[in-house]
């Protein structure tokens, strides 16, 4: 069997027949409904939540939260509907900005923007910078329960109205993407948003990702309620990019409907756990940070001891935003815990991020990296097998397991959703 992922940089790859699980990847929908319609249509029926133009009158300050080049919400077709509706409650454009919810992601591009949003909504409303790693701009509203230092940017404060905007897919930290997420890691300061990864790395990502509700998830909804977040509108799209779903209100109970649609359309049955699975990571492949995506799917695919190959291009490296992962080598939480509390990790985010590929790269398999725009040198010192091409990787891992070991491929990584037969 001949196999080929979405990047024309990288070259196909053979798999024997009778290693061969199964190809797989998240659903595509016939066309049932213009996108147009279910946008409309979505907005005029909220869950939970007056309309949009219901809650907007008398507003003076009208934030839209937008989320950035990382995901692939198409605020091009959706923003359009959500400023007609706050105009004809009255709401004039000068009082409402965007805000790019990047996290600790770098800026977006005057070109990234306008893909995000489109030419005419880029020129027509302020669209404002969220700077995450300065404190000058963020305001602090106290901790959490769970003692998580929440900091958000000041804009977000000053609003008396915030609409958060983003995608629902399954997601590693949070279960899913999409509602409160578009606040954390959002538009909150780099102290809140280590604090809040960190504490995802204690959980085993077989039981978070595609869990609506998990303790980060409520961390998370946590932090978005004291911050004012008002309303979601969250898009569901299916693996052409096509959105087939979008939910509109209360951005708990909005965002858990739209969790469920997701699952629906990334959720994949697989028949069994496979000795290897090759993953690739689209459509997050910008870099590591992003692609480590298709490691999280395949641990959902894999045996204790199995090997993931991770195939994507990343043409930023691994985390220009986070330059000390390259300095340190991937391991399980337990391992990082005490180079965190010694200061020698100083950067938190940083450190959950090795850690969520520690406790797979420690625990359960080995990983090959596939990603031509990493040095190799720099994989290897955090801890990964790396081979310059797909078939080269799938030799290596045949070398590792045996010439009958089970292959199983997962296409559209970046977002799949595994889920092991066990009947």
Request: aromatic letters at 6%; glycine letters at 12%.
């Amino acid at each position: 069997m001949e196999v080929e992922f979405k990047y024309p940089q990288i070259p196909s790859f053979h798999i024997p027949d009778q290693n061969l699980i199964g190809i797989y990847e998240p659903h595509t929908f016939p066309s049932q409904k213009d996108e147009k319609d279910i946008i409309r249509e979505s907005l005029a029926q909220p869950i939970a939540s007056p309309k949009i133009g219901e809650i907007a009158g008398g507003k003076k300050r009208v934030l839209i939260l937008v989320d950035d080049y990382t995901r692939t919400t198409p605020g091009d077709k959706i923003l359009p509907f959500i400023v007609d509706e706050l105009g004809a409650a009255g709401v004039k454009d000068k009082d409402i900005s965007l805000l790019v919810a990047q996290g600790t992601h770098r800026g977006m591009t005057h070109e990234e923007k306008e893909d995000k949003v489109g030419p005419d909504i880029l020129s027509r409303f302020a669209f404002l910078d969220h700077k995450w790693e300065d404190e000058k701009a963020l305001g602090f509203l106290g901790t959490t329960p769970l003692g998580t230092e929440i900091w958000i940017n000041k804009t977000v404060l000053e609003a008396d109205l915030v609409i958060g905007l983003g995608h629902i897919v399954p997601h590693r930290i949070a279960g899913f993407s999409g509602g409160g997420k578009i606040i954390q890691p959002g538009v909150c300061g780099e102290k809140t948003t280590g604090q809040t990864h960190w504490l995802g790395a204690f959980y085993d990502g077989r039981k978070i990702l595609g869990q609506a509700e998990n303790p980060v998830r409520e961390e998370i909804d946590t932090i978005a309620g004291k911050a004012g977040l008002s309303l979601i509108v969250n898009a569901i799209q299916d693996a052409r990019g096509r959105v087939v779903g979008l939910v509109c209100g209360d951005p708990v109970r909005a965002h858990r409907e739209g969790c469920r649609i997701a699952r629906q359309v990334y959720g994949v049955s697989v028949p069994r756990a496979a000795d290897i699975v090759i993953a690739d990571s689209y459509p997050a492949d910008v870099d590591l940070w992003q692609a480590a995506k298709g490691i999280f799917a395949a641990e959902m695919a894999v045996k204790d001891g199995g090997v993931i190959i991770l195939v994507s291009p990343c043409p930023e490296g691994v985390a220009a935003h986070h330059p000390e992962v390259t300095r340190c080598r991937c391991l399980p939480c337990d391992d990082l815990e005490p180079l965190v509390k010694g200061g020698k990790l100083e950067d938190l985010t940083g450190a959950a991020f090795l850690a969520y590929l520690g406790n797979i790269m420690g625990r359960r398999a080995r990983c090959i990296l596939v990603a031509p725009g990493i040095e190799g040198e720099v994989s290897e010192k955090m801890g990964f097998l790396v081979a310059e091409t797909p078939q080269e990787a799938v030799d290596m891992a045949l070398e590792l397991t045996c010439r009958e070991a089970k292959v199983t491929v997962l296409r559209h990584g970046g977002e799949i959703l595994p889920l092991l037969d066990t009947g």
